[in-house]
């Protein structure tokens, strides 16, 4: 293999220091190096990349366009060495990390009540959980299980149904209160919010009800749910939302039923995983763990 010739991690950050504290100087003092040590590695760094990096403005430190360009993917490379070292020093004995994706709004909603009863069954396994909006390819982002909204079929994965969705729409009492919608038809006269991945979910409100409007496109679009949520819940207008995320407000009074009709659609709520981590302990831990909790809040019992 050719040998290839990076910059050093003390480079990045001898760079990313001195261009967080505008001062070669200060720079030194955090990294506890010596002044011209820091010019010195950017300097190097600067003749690698042939563009100069800083320049000097009534003998202050400015980035330069290149600067701030690189400063950018020099911060993101140190925080995945940073996150890389900190799960081999987390990895405690016998102890193995699972890493879990989830939907952000499922995730805080209804996953992150299933965990501790988990973490607690499996001590020698580790939790790392983030959030993805929408489906993605799981082996490229190195992620063992996840949660998906869709059609439950996707290639080289084993899915999981956990709930099929019934969509409500629902707003703050004091809000439609000052709307008063007598019928299905109204709704369409009120302020709709949207999420921005389901575009047509109020059109498809409205025509599952044989309803035709010219403003079921019309209104504010949110990245999640959750955002969703808390705007309808502050009189922000209506929203359409899976009943199970909002069980909570409508009993407490927070939210109320904008109108009656429940949209039944196609896609589901799925637990995926490679086909090729299947048989791995930890994934079939919390597969099992999820499934039955899954089981145990479906309506009915179904």
């Given at each position: 293999m050719t040998a290839r010739h990076l910059p050093s991690t003390i480079t990045m950050q001898c760079f990313e220091?001195?261009?967080?504290?505008?001062?070669?100087?200060?720079?030194?003092?955090?990294?506890?190096?010596?002044?011209?040590?820091?010019?010195?590695?950017?300097?190097?760094l600067e003749a690698y990349l042939q563009h100069k990096l800083f320049r000097r403005v009534r003998r202050s430190?400015?980035?330069?366009?290149?600067?701030?360009?690189?400063?950018?993917?020099?911060?993101?490379?140190?925080?995945?060495?940073?996150?890389?070292?900190?799960?081999?020093?987390?990895?405690?004995?016998?102890?193995?990390?699972?890493?879990?994706?989830?939907?952000?709004?499922?995730?805080?909603?209804?996953?992150?009540?299933?965990?501790?009863?988990?973490?607690?069954?499996?001590?020698?396994?580790?939790?790392?959980?983030?959030?993805?909006?929408?489906?993605?390819?799981?082996?490229?982002?190195?992620?063992?299980?996840?949660i998906f909204h869709g059609h439950g079929s996707w290639p080289n994965l084993e899915c999981h149904k956990l709930f099929d969705e019934e969509v409500v729409a629902v707003g703050s009492p004091?809000?439609?209160?000052?709307?008063?919608?007598?019928?299905?038809?109204?709704?369409?006269?009120?302020?709709?919010?949207?999420?921005?991945?389901?575009?047509?979910?109020?059109?498809?409100?409205?025509?599952?009800?044989g309803i035709t409007t010219d403003r079921s496109y019309h209104g504010t679009r949110?990245?999640?749910?959750?955002?969703?949520?808390?705007?309808?819940?502050?009189?922000?207008?209506l929203a359409l939302v899976p009943r199970f995320f909002v069980d909570a407000e409508l009993a407490e009074g927070r939210l109320s039923l904008a109108w009656s009709h429940v949209l039944k659609g196609p896609d589901a709520y799925y637990l995926v995983h490679p086909e090729h981590l299947g048989d791995l302990s930890r994934v079939r831990r919390f597969v099992d763990h999820v499934l039955?909790?899954?089981?145990?809040?479906?309506?009915?019992?179904?």
């Open positions: 220091a001195a261009a967080r504290h505008m001062s070669f100087t200060r720079a030194a003092a955090e990294l506890s190096i010596t002044q011209s040590a820091v010019s010195k590695q950017v300097a190097q430190l400015v980035l330069t366009p290149e600067g701030s360009l690189y400063l950018t993917e020099v911060r993101k490379i140190l925080a995945q060495i940073e996150m890389s070292a900190n799960t081999i020093m987390t990895y405690g004995g016998q102890s193995e990390v699972l890493r879990v994706a989830s939907l952000p709004t499922f995730g805080a909603r209804w996953l992150a009540r299933q965990l501790p009863d988990f973490l607690d069954a499996n001590p020698l396994i580790d939790l790392s959980v983030r959030d993805h909006v929408e489906t993605f390819d799981l082996d490229q982002e190195d992620i063992d299980v996840a004091a809000y439609l209160a000052r709307q008063h919608p007598s019928s299905a038809a109204d709704l369409a006269e009120c302020r709709l919010l949207h999420l921005s991945t389901r575009p047509e979910a109020w059109h498809r409100w409205f025509a599952d009800q949110f990245e999640t749910f959750q955002m969703l949520i808390r705007t309808a819940m502050s009189g922000g207008g039955a909790r899954a089981e145990a809040d479906a309506p009915d019992g179904a």
